[in-house]
């Protein structure tokens, strides 16, 4: 059993990464129910907390049906991210988590995110404020390092643990190759096998199936798997990883069926967090990746588009399956 704080997990836990306009309420809540065992909010700024900015305030909302669940925040100044942990602590997460891995431009070239690798002093600074201003367990997402040629994740993994941190997530990235090339997960390896450090260090960065993640718990002896972009439009991936690591069986792939029964429900609950049109709004950009692979999918992707109601949704899903039917 891993444990974070309080938090008891399984032997070896499988997290959902935190994912900007991806990773909501209604989302987390398909992928806990398809077998995610840890969860985080989308990252929220520090600063918006502190003004208390409408769309930073809205990510705040959890729901127990989601834990454990944790609430990651992210900035550049120690008393805004002390006060922004205290903010968060009202709600009640599970744990508060910072990033240090967020690579885009508005985030990281203002000193925040990945930004703050290039100052390892600040990050321990801003780490230890958080720290020092809650109850909750702190965990960190990062990245291995700015660039290649200045991979110091081995000297954050220590200092971090020094000041408290609870567990460490890295993606096996750095931040100059964003999404792209291969990741490289010696590095963490060479992490978990540090003997000063002794806090869970679970991996990210594309791992994409069954296979692979059975592959990478094996090779590199980490202690979980967080998984980000994989997950969109496939929340099943964490209970098929699991079958497969407990039977060496490989699930079939999700029917048509299941895979609107999901989209249904995606769609149900955004509405119900954010109103009708606001949540089917947004739930545009979750069609495709639901549907990918399906043949003759972009006609009902239009009339997906164009649905504005629940019923008319409803509607252009019951006509996909009576096509499939005949």
């Given amino acids: 059993m891993i444990t974070i704080g309080d938090i008891k997990l399984p032997e070896f836990p499988f997290l959902l990464a935190p ?16 077998g995610a065992d840890l969860m985080y909010s989308e990252f929220i700024s520090s600063e918006g907390l502190i003004r208390d900015a409408m769309k930073s305030r809205k990510k705040l909302d959890i729901f127990d049906y989601e834990r454990p669940v944790g609430i990651q925040i992210f900035g550049g100044d120690e008393e805004v991210m002390s006060l922004s942990a205290k ?8 744990l508060v988590d910072i990033n240090f891995g967020c690579p ?9 995110g990945a930004g703050v690798l290039k100052d390892v002093d600040l990050m321990v600074r ?16 990062t990245r291995l390092g700015w660039d290649d040629s200045s991979i110091n994740i081995d000297e954050v993994a220590e ?5 408290g941190i609870q567990a460490l997530t890295i993606h096996a990235r750095t931040r100059s190759q964003m999404y792209k090339g291969h990741s490289d997960w010696t590095h963490i390896a060479r992490i978990k096998n540090n003997p000063r450090i002794k806090i869970p260090i679970f991996g990210n960065g594309d791992i994409d199936s069954p296979e692979k993640a059975k592959k990478y718990k094996e090779t590199y002896g980490i202690d979980g798997i967080m998984i980000g972009r994989a997950a969109i439009g496939n929340p099943w991936i ?3 990883i699991k079958h497969y690591l407990k039977t060496g069986e490989v ?11 999901a989209v249904k429900n995606h769609a149900q609950w955004s509405v119900e967090w954010k109103g009708e049109r606001n949540g089917l709004l947004e739930m545009r950009q979750h069609y ?6 399906i043949p003759n999918f972009k006609v009902h992707k239009a009339q997906l588009l164009s649905a504005l109601s629940l019923e008319e949704l409803n509607w252009v899903f019951t006509s996909i399956l009576e096509k499939e039917v005949h």
């Fill in 126 to 141: 801003l780490t230890r404020a958080v720290v020092q201003s809650t109850h909750l367990p702190v965990t960190v997402k």
């Fill in 288 to 293: 495709s990746n639901y549907f990918r692979g």
């Fill in 251 to 261: 699930l079939p792939a999700p029917t048509l069926y299941q895979r609107i029964e």
């Fill in 238 to 240: 964490f209970s098929q």
């Fill in 19 to 34: 994912m900007e306009d991806v990773s909501d309420p209604p989302f987390r809540r398909l992928c806990k129910m398809h």
């Fill in 87 to 94: 903010i968060v602590e009202t709600v009640q997460p599970d």
């Fill in 159 to 163: 200092r971090l643990q020094d000041v």
């Fill in 104 to 112: 885009v431009k508005k985030v990281a070239c203002k000193g925040a």
